[in-house]
Each structure stands twice: as C-alpha cells, then as structure tokens.
C-alpha cells in the first residue's frame, strides 16, 4: 500500500496547532499573523490538504522562485487554495509581513456567497499565478481581514456570521478587481500568451486526423503552456472575450464546416476525424454553434 502524501485538516483547531497559535476564537473562520505565528508542521515535506478556503497575503525580504522561473515578492502577494487541495505552506522565516484567512465552506453555506465562490476562480491558480498586490491595493484587503478578525474576537450575536461573510465577500471582490489589473499591467506578456496558445490550437487541429490523439481539451493546452487551466481561461477571457473551451469550438466548428464543404465524408467519419468518441457528441456541439445539423448544414452550403 503507498505511503500518504499529505495530512488531512479538518477543523480550525487543527489549523491553530499547526501555527502554534493557541485555541481559536471562532469554530469556522480565523485569521492567522504570520510574522508572529511560525508554520510548524514541517514533516519530512509532506503536504497538508485543507479543507477551508485559504488566503495567505505573504511579503518576503527578496525572490523566491516557483520551478525553474523566479518571482518578486517584495510588494506583497496573495495566494489562494480551495478545499481539499493539497499544498506545502511556505515557511515564515523570511517574511516581512503576512497573514492569512482560513475559512469553512460551512461558514457560508447558507449565504449568497456560497453560490458565487465558483466565480472566484483563482482559488485554483498555480502558485506561480499568484496575485502581486501594491501597498495600497494591500491595506484595502488588510481592512477587510482585521474587520473580519474583530468579529471573530467578540461575542457572536445575530449579526457575526452576516458581518463576517460579508467582509469575506468584500475581500474577494478586491482580489478579482485587482487580478483584472494585474492581467492588463503584464498584457505584453499576456498577449505573447494568447498568441502561444492560438499557434499550438492551429496547429493541433492542423492534424489531418485527431482520432489517434483525441479531442484537445483545456487541461492540455494549459499544460502546454505551465499555466493551471483556470488562469489560462480567466487571461483569455480578458484579452479575447472567450474562454480557452470556447476557443477551442471555435476552431473545431471552422473545421468541420471545412470538411463538409469540401469532402465527401460522412458526418460520422468528420467527427471522428475530429477526435470526438461519438458522433452524437459532435452534432450536438453544431447544432448548438451554428443552429443547423452538420447534414443541414451541408446541404444549405
């Protein structure tokens, strides 16, 4: 049987005993200063899997480097997990400045806010697409986490879990303003992106026959290019208007209406030409983009 890689954290308390922090003060939320509270849970390089949603705003005293690139962390940076992930926490000896924000997805459960945490999508970016914040940009979240700290510190009433979710919501609205700033403040870079994957979707779907390497997804296309697929998306969207999935209907639609203008296949041997398993798959999809059947299509064109 292989050996566990990770420790599952459950609760709050867990969390504290990791940080050496003492009992928390609220059973499904809590806020944890990093420069005074050490990670202590360094266990020949296990990783941990949380189940919270975590925020960890970190300063450095210099670079730290994330794979082979490295990364510039003197103004502050923020990174996200969701639960269940697993993740090797950084250790604080070399902050300057940090906290961080862990809470259960119980918290919220019965709040709007359960059903927006799908649109937060960098709670699934890589740590090398974590977010550069700027000493103002930096206090704003900081006046959101002390709000929800000072609730977590008084004696809980009606109003504790309204006042607390909606300092949580307010925080993430900021992340994703300022994650829009930071996809335009890098658009050179950004752009050689959109255009290194617009070349490797062009040429993938160049193939004269994806049966063999199948229907190109999003995951694939994100690894080509080390990014997490929810980044790739999110900077595509921004720059194009249309999601990486989209992206790639687009070119399989241009195709297909290629081959049924200019051969004589079947519709099922363009879809599996195409790397669909199933032909049914590949009419829906069609029918869904341009309004016609493939056959209709053919026969109007």
Known sequence: MMEQKYIDIQTIGEVHELWGCGKPRHPLVTVIDLTKYHFLGDRNGLSYRLNFYTIFCKKFKGVLRYGRSHYDFS?????????????????????????????????IHHFPLSQKMA????????????LHVSEEEKLALLDCVKKIEKECGQNVDKHTQTLIQNNIELLLNYCSRFY???FYTREKVNVDVVQ?????????????????????????????????PNYLSDLLQKFTGKTTQEHIHLQLINKAKSLLWSTGMSVS??????????????TRLFRQKTGYSPSVYRKLN
């Open 75 to 107: 103004e502050g940076s923020l990174m996200f997990t969701a639960p269940g992930q697993a993740t090797t926490p950084i250790s604080a000896l070399s902050l300057e400045e940090g906290w961080a924000l862990f809470f259960h997805p119980d918290l």
């Open 269 to 282: 041997e363009i879809a599996y030409t195409l790397g669909f398993e199933h032909p049914p798959h590949f």
């Open 196 to 228: 290194a994957f617009e070349r490797l979707l062009k040429d993938h779907l160049a193939k004269d026959s994806l049966i063999n390497s199948g229907l190109p997804g999003v995951k694939f296309f994100a690894g080509q290019l080390n990014l997490s």
């Open 180 to 182: 829009d700033r930071q």
């Open 119 to 130: 649109q937060y999508t960098f709670f699934n970016y890589e740590s090398n697409e974590a």
